[in-house]
């Protein structure tokens, strides 16, 4: 009888595709639903490079949480970090963006946190290299691209110059490849002849990959054809390469005879691997659960953690069967994390089966009119490929105001190879290391 006074209580970390999609599951259930998040909005990841380049603007790839979960009337939203969990009292420890710490009571938990950047033991590298998982470096990003051209604009020399017309990107994954072919753009299409001093045709886009091969998960035929389309675009690709050392001015990296070479780059953008974020762990501590080499928590084929079938693992901090980090594991766990918790609380006899994934391919843009889509036996690049590109995002992107936005700014940006987002603000920290940088006054 008391389930029928309290609703159960459902704590979901993270407010991306699984979170969004396990509270979706949820919206008729008998229960009440808290959203924790460390930001207060729904992120369409899979289009950052875009915010990045210029193309998209930040409300175009994200919307407000509770803007989005308006209509769910059992949904509560948290703005906090999770920090810690315990399984045993089933409490999640949070911190509020002030500091404040926050406890959060559960019946059912589903972690739905996600990935961040991983710099493979080498976090020095931060300072020098930023990643793209959230919003705050795409717009980083987008104010280094735009910044490195404006700035060899003024270079006291041609070496300077030359330095800042070079950007370096360190893995050849689809953020970038899709981030190497946007740069290519920018230079040799959106800011053409749009300055006195440089040719800003002549950047340098240097693309350094560890494998033989870029967007190696697409298969050899597929990344045949983008590493061609690349090249075509002027993209200088370093396959077999590993990154030794990183500074402000440039990049060391090692082929696989061990050869070092020094590349002078005064843009380096890191688009290489992922890590389990630290919450990961605290729920392995707390459970026993095992995590892989990334982080990633070994869940059962319920996506419960053994032991404990009221936490439930989804999304890129699960592992199962080898399932990539895509944007559509991430729906279709989250889904079926919500439905599981309303299969129990609704007391189903029928048992539920295993969780299966249904793949539905995977997908990379490279360049206006080029992209690569791979999608089970079917392979397609180049225009037709950019098509099928251009229907995926639309279909996912959240909210009729993004799709129609985005559609916009696409005709836009396809049409006349303009980019109305390139606005950029420099910090005001640059300005007092900037002046203590300059030499005293006689």
């Not at 309290?6 to 808290?34: D, E, N, Q, W």
């Not at 749009?194 to 040719?199: A, P």
């Not at 005064?266 to 990334?294: F, H, S």
């Amino acid at each position: 009888m008391q389930d029928h006074v309290t609703p159960r209580r459902v704590v979901i970390l993270g407010g991306g595709f699984a979170g969004l999609f396990a509270a979706r599951a949820l919206r008729k259930s008998p229960v009440a639903v808290t959203i924790v998040d460390r930001t207060a909005h729904h992120l369409f990841q899979p289009l950052l490079y875009q915010c990045a380049s210029g193309i998209l603007s930040e409300g175009q790839i994200a919307q407000p949480l509770r803007g989005v979960l308006r209509r769910h009337h059992n949904v509560r939203c948290v703005l906090a970090e999770a920090t810690d969990v315990d399984a045993g009292a089933r409490l999640v420890h949070a911190r509020r963006p002030d500091g404040g710490l926050l406890e959060l009571q559960y019946d059912e938990l589903i972690v739905a946190v996600g990935m961040r950047q991983s710099y493979f033991g080498h976090d020095e590298f931060a300072a020098h290299a930023p990643g793209m998982k959230t919003l705050d470096d795409a717009l980083d990003i987008r104010r280094q691209l735009y910044r490195a051209f404006e700035m060899a604009e003024t270079a006291v020399d041609e070496r300077e110059r030359q330095q800042w017309l070079t950007f370096a990107l360190v893995g050849a994954g689809p953020t970038g490849v899709e981030l190497a072919g946007q740069i290519r753009e920018i230079a040799g299409h959106t800011l053409d002849r749009e300055f006195q001093r440089i040719d800003s045709a002549k950047a340098r886009v240097l693309l350094f990959e560890g494998s033989d091969a870029v967007l190696g998960a697409f298969g050899p035929r597929l990344a045949h054809r983008a590493a061609r389309t690349l090249q075509g675009l002027g993209v200088e690709l370093h396959l077999g390469t590993m990154v030794t050392d990183i500074d402000a001015r440039g990049l060391t990296v090692r082929d696989h005879g061990g050869v070092t070479t020094r590349f002078d780059a005064r843009t380096v953008l890191w688009t290489a691997g992922v890590e389990a974020p630290p919450i990961a762990a605290a729920l392995a501590r707390a459970t026993g659960a095992k995590q892989d080499r990334a982080g990633r928590i070994l869940v059962e084929p319920d996506l419960t953690v053994p032991g404990h079938p009221e936490i439930r693992v989804t999304g890129d901090v699960m592992s199962l069967n080898r399932l990539p980090g895509l944007a559509e594991v991430a729906i279709q766990t989250g889904a079926y994390a919500g439905r599981s918790v309303r299969h129990a609380v609704e007391a189903r006899t029928k048992p539920q089966k295993p969780f299966k994934y249904v793949d539905l391919g995977s997908a990379a843009y490279i360049a206006r009119g080029h992209a690569v889509v791979k999608a089970g036996p079917l392979h397609l690049s180049g225009f037709t490929g950019w098509l099928a590109w251009l229907f995926i995002h639309l279909a996912f992107l959240t909210g009729f105001r993004s799709r129609l936005g985005a559609v916009l700014s696409w005709s836009v940006s396809f049409a006349t190879s303009s980019r109305r987002e390139r606005a950029f603000t420099v910090p005001d920290t640059d300005a007092p290391d900037a002046a203590k940088a300059q030499p005293p006054q006689p």
